[in-house]
């Protein structure tokens, strides 16, 4: 079951949004909440209180446990930019995008990770080796 927590409109630019995000990107709810506690950036005390959030509509709404929760999507996309105008000399001015960014959180339960691509090739090799030592055995053994 996947759970979803979305931020609109935050007040800093998804490019240091990002660098916290990354942190917490695959790691368990538990441990995504310590490693956000103790980030020094603007933006973790506020994807803090998104993951929270997260984890609260998981419990209340959906009866999932907070230790079995894990990221399995987090992303920041660009919002809308506020267009401001700093003054220059001989009576130019220069423009600056106010940038905001909107921060998507998904939360899942380990029942339901998926594997990685490299994860299911690797069981496929070695099933195939065990299939074809078996049958080297098979032939020794008639």
Not at 44 to 73: G, H, Q, R, T, Y
Not at 113 to 126: G, L, P, Q, V, W
């Amino acid at each position: 079951m996947q759970v979803k927590a979305i931020l609109r409109n935050l007040r800093i630019a998804p490019r240091k949004t990002r660098d916290v995000i990354d942190l917490i990107r695959g790691k368990g709810a538990m441990e995504a909440q310590t490693a956000l506690s103790f980030t020094t950036r603007k933006s973790a005390p506020i994807i803090l209180k998104l993951l929270n959030s997260a984890i609260a509509s998981a419990e209340n709404d959906f009866k999932l446990k907070k230790e079995n929760l894990f990221v399995a999507k987090v992303f920041t996309d660009e919002g809308t930019k506020l267009k401001r105008w700093h003054p220059m000399s001989r009576g130019r001015a220069y423009p600056i995008e106010k940038r905001t960014s909107h921060i998507t959180i998904v939360l899942d339960t380990l029942e339901n990770k998926i594997e990685s691509k490299r994860e299911i090739r690797k069981a496929k090799k070695k099933e195939f080796r065990i299939k074809r030592q078996n049958k080297k055995l098979n032939k020794k053994i008639k």
